[in-house]
C-alpha cells in the first residue's frame, strides 16, 4: 500500500502546474492522492486555471495514475476558492511606446498558460484593443443591473474598450470624472470568474491612473518604455505615481528593441539600446525582456491578429514577458 501511495504521488507531482510550472504537490495544486480498494482519489484546487487547462490536467491525472499496477480507478475532485479579483496595469509615462500591443499579446499568452484572463482598455481617449483584436464589429451587452458584459474574443480572453461603445472615429472629449467614472464602468462589469485584468493604461499619470490607483488599486504594475532616455524619463514619472500609491512594481518591459534588416539580416537599433534595462536595474525593479521593433508585430496587430495567438513574429518575446508574470503571480500569491 504504502509502495501505491508513494508512487501515486510521484506520479501526480510530475504533472505540472499550469501557473506556477512545479508539481501539482508542491505548487499546492493538491496533496497526496488518496488510495484505497483499488481507487485514487485527488482533490485539485482549479483557482485561476481555465476550462480547457482544467480538463487537459484531469486528463493527464487520469493517463498517470491509472498506468501505476493495482490502481482500477483514478477520481478528481476540482475545487475553486473565491479570490479578489487581480489587476494588473500596464503603463507608460508617454504614448507610442507599443504599450497596448503589449498588453493584447500579454493577455493572449497569460490566457494560454491556463489563467483566467480579461482585458481592458483604459485609454478613454485612443482606444485600440477593439482592432488589434480584431473585435471591432462586437458590442458589449449589459445585464439586468446594468453592469457591461465583457466582449468574447477568437483569443481566450474577454474584453471591454471604450471604443466599443462609441461611434468608430467618434472623440471623445470627456473631463475628467467622466473618464474616471468609465473605467469605473469597465472594471466593475460582469467579468464572471475571470481572475485576472489586464489594464491597457493611457499615457501618463493623469485622472484615469489616479482613478485606479485610488479606487482600484492593482496587485502590480508593468512599465513599458523605448529605450531611448526621454521616453525613460517618462517611464520614471509612471513608477514615481505607482510607488506613491504603494503599487508594486513588477518589472520593465523595453519595446522597439532592435530592428532586423528583412534584406541583409543586420541588427540596428533607431531607438538605442538596453535603456530600460539599465533604468531596471538603476532603479532595483525587475528587467522582464526586449520587444524588438518588427514589421511582422506591426502588420499583425493592424490585421487583428496578436503574435501571441499565432506563434507569430515576435511571439517569443511576448510569451517570455508572459512567463516572468506569471512566476510573479505564483509568487504573490
Known amino acids: 500500500m504504502t509502495d501505491i501511495a508513494d508512487q501515486l504521488s510521484a506520479a501526480l507531482n510530475a504533472i505540472a502546474d499550469p501557473v506556477s510550472g512545479k508539481g501539482l504537490i508542491d505548487s499546492g495544486r493538491a496533496p ?24 487537459l490536467i484531469e486528463a493527464d491525472i487520469n493517463r498517470a495514475l491509472g498506468a501505476i499496477a493495482g490502481v482500477e480507478k483514478v477520481r478528481v475532485a476540482m475545487t475553486s476558492k473565491r479570490t479578489t479579483r487581480r489587476i494588473i496595469a500596464v503603463g507608460s509615462g508617454k504614448g507610442g511606446v507599443g504599450k497596448s500591443t503589449l498588453s493584447a499579446n500579454l493577455a493572449i499568452a497569460l490566457a494560454r498558460r491556463g489563467l483566467r484572463i480579461g ?91 489616479l482613478t485606479m490607483v485610488q479606487k482600484y488599486k492593482p496587485a502590480g504594475a508593468i512599465i513599458v518604455s523605448t529605450p531611448q532616455d526621454l521616453a525613460l524619463i517618462d517611464a520614471k514619472r509612471a513608477i514615481h505615481l505607482f510607488e506613491e500609491a504603494d503599487v508594486p512594481i513588477i518589472g520593465l518591459v523595453e519595446n522597439m528593441a532592435g530592428y532586423e534588416c528583412p534584406a541583409c539580416g543586420a541588427i540596428s537599433n533607431p531607438f538605442g539600446t538596453g535603456g530600460a534595462e539599465a533604468a531596471a536595474e538603476e532603479l532595483g525593479f525587475d528587467f522582464l525582456g526586449r520587444i524588438p521593433l518588427d514589421l511582422g508585430i506591426r502588420t499583425a496587430s493592424d490585421e487583428g491578429i496578436p503574435p501571441a495567438a499565432s506563434n507569430g513574429s515576435g511571439a517569443g518575446a511576448f510569451n517570455a514577458v508572459a512567463g516572468k508574470l506569471t512566476d510573479w503571480i505564483g509568487r504573490s500569491q
Do not use: C
Open 32 to 55: 497526496a492522492p488518496r488510495f484505497t480498494d483499488g481507487i485514487a482519489s485527488v482533490i485539485l484546487d482549479v483557482t485561476d486555471i481555465n476550462a480547457d487547462k482544467r480538463a
Open 119 to 209: 482585458l481592458i482598455d483604459a485609454d478613454i481617449y485612443g482606444p485600440s484593443q477593439p482592432r488589434l483584436l480584431s473585435v471591432e464589429d462586437r458590442k458589449p451587452t449589459a445585464t439586468e443591473h446594468k453592469k457591461l458584459v465583457p466582449v468574447p474574443t477568437d483569443f481566450g480572453i474577454g474584453m471591454l474598450s471604450m471604443g466599443q461603445l462609441v461611434k468608430p472615429g467618434q472623440a471623445i472629449a470627456w473631463r475628467g470624472p467622466m473618464a474616471g467614472k468609465a473605467l469605473g464602468q469597465l472594471i466593475d462589469a460582469e467579468w464572471g470568474d475571470t481572475e485576472t485584468l489586464i489594464i491597457d493604461l493611457p499615457p501618463g499619470t493623469g485622472d484615469v491612473q
